[in-house]
Nanobody, 126 residues
């Protein structure tokens, strides 16, 4: 059974830092792409950072230079280090593994058919 579990969220003042973790059980990080997404009230879910199956990495323009995605394949953990946080970074952050829940194939990033964690909330105050 595959389980992705995020942790590390919390409340922080603008300019502060947080490091999110996504622990993957029953899922191999390198099998497909993986990424971090976020959703704030009244807004659509957006990609924050994505590692594609070829190993390339991308970031949303709004977080470039402030957020860093990393992996510990030996521990099956994905991280998102967030620095210089802004109030607009307030959201629930989710990790996603791009392997299909239906059959063992890799999906495009952000697919609803992929594995998703339940999210961890980040609140940034001014």
């Amino acid at each position: 059974q595959v389980l992705l579990m995020e942790s590390g969220g919390g409340s922080v003042q603008a300019g502060g830092s947080l490091k999110l973790s996504c622990i993957a059980s029953g899922y191999i990080l390198s099998s497909c792409g993986m990424g971090w997404y976020r959703q704030s009230p009244m807004k659509a879910r957006e990609m924050v950072s994505q590692r594609y199956v070829d190993g390339s990495i991308s970031y949303a323009e709004s977080v470039k230079g402030r957020f860093t995605i990393s992996y510990d394949n030996s521990k099956n953990i994905m991280y998102l280090e967030m620095t210089n946080l802004k109030t607009e970074d307030t959201a629930v952050y989710y990790c996603a593994g791009d392997q299909s829940r239906v059959r063992p194939v890799c999906l495009p990033p952000g697919s609803d058919l992929a594995y998703w964690g339940r999210g961890t909330e980040v609140r940034v105050s001014s």
